[in-house]
């Protein structure tokens, strides 16, 4: 019996992404030649290779379920996408069994390895790609962290001492580069404020950010311990970084107040949703840590994940089939 799934709607390929840590997807038509040539290679690794919420194998038929082609650019047939922790990381055009059957068993060899290899701060907090992930994706809903244009990064008030602003960045876990005596975290530097400028790459719809700061290894009555932030304010579509005095008068697009309740105790992270409406058009953030949660004079953030959607949904365009001679 087939192990692959077959994608009805939408929202069943959301649900997907969201519970399978790696999702192949064949992208086909029923008009398709060489889609029907390589179906039975596809069928194949999914037979062999299926591991439920591990690696899952599904079809789309492109005719049928537009939107999603939509979503994904998909103009030639077959195009298959391979995700990671609801990321496309491979995208393979036209029927070539063997680049396909080696994109998918070196993930499937990722993925087995998975559980020995992972380190850092907590056991589930890395992907398969060995990308920290302190929280889990909303539905529909990916970490486009990688379209921060790291170039760009402008912090104030970090202390030189310890990271800069690409380390909050860093796709691994936290902690586990300190093990290997590198910096691995940033802490603020005169005070307990921090202003950090985020441009990015392409414009985003920002849902949700994912902001890691592990406990202090001191005394908890030790002043010179660093803070996890308490106090944020958000501001959208600056062209350069605030001063601490510019953000007094700059309208704030939305101010977050942290609890001690929303930091996972496994993770060290706050997952915080914003109001995803004033988040729409997004071409750079600038996040101002405005106070820590306690009574010291420095705060600490040794991740910060952004999640939401890369740009704008292209045309679907005319559709093509693509042959192993054309493949990529």
């Not at 992972?118 to 056991?123: K, L, N, Q």
């Not at 392409?202 to 202090?216: D, F, G, M, Q």
């Not at 704030?252 to 995803?276: C, G, H, M, N, Y």
Request: hydrophobic letters at 35%.
């Amino acid at each position: 019996m087939s192990k692959t799934v077959q994608i009805q709607s939408p929202a069943q390929f959301s649900s997907l992404l969201s519970s399978s840590r790696i999702v192949v997807v064949d992208f086909y038509a029923d008009w398709c030649g060489p889609c029907k040539a390589i179906a039975p290679v596809y069928e194949q690794l999914s037979s062999q290779l299926s591991r439920p919420n591990q690696i899952t194998f599904t079809k789309v038929n492109t005719d049928n379920q537009q939107e999603i082609a939509q979503s994904y650019n998909i103009t030639a047939m077959p195009t298959f996408l391979i995700f990671k922790q609801s990321r496309e990381v491979t995208r393979i055009r036209g029927a070539n069994p063997a680049q396909l059957s080696t994109a998918v068993q070196k993930l499937a060899a990722e993925a087995s390895g998975y559980s020995s290899n992972s380190a850092g701060f907590g056991e589930s907090s890395t992907s398969s790609s060995g990308a920290w992930l302190g929280a889990s994706l909303p539905r529909g809903y990916t970490d486009v962290s990688d379209q921060v244009d790291v170039k760009g990064l402008d912090f104030l008030n970090v202390d030189s001492d310890f990271g800069n602003a690409r380390t909050v960045f860093e796709p691994s876990a936290p902690g586990k580069a300190a093990k290997e005596g590198k910096d691995d975290h940033i802490e603020s530097d005169t005070d307990e404020q921090l202003m950090m400028f985020i441009p990015f790459q392409t414009t985003l719809k920002v849902h949700t950010l994912h902001i890691t700061s592990l406990p202090s290894q001191s005394n908890d009555d030790d002043e010179e311990a660093p803070m996890r932030p308490k106090t944020i304010q958000l501001y959208t579509n600056r062209s350069h970084v605030l001063g601490f005095d510019e953000a007094e008068d700059t309208p704030v697009t939305q101010t977050i107040t942290l609890s001690p309740q929303d930091w996972d105790a496994k993770t060290a992270t706050a997952k915080v949703e914003l109001r995803f409406v004033k988040f729409q058009n997004v071409t750079s953030l600038v996040v101002f840590v405005v106070d820590g949660e306690g009574s010291g004079e420095k705060t600490r953030i040794d991740r910060l994940r952004i999640v939401g959607e890369t740009g704008e949904k292209r045309s679907m365009g005319k559709l093509e089939k693509i042959g192993h001679e054309q493949g990529e």
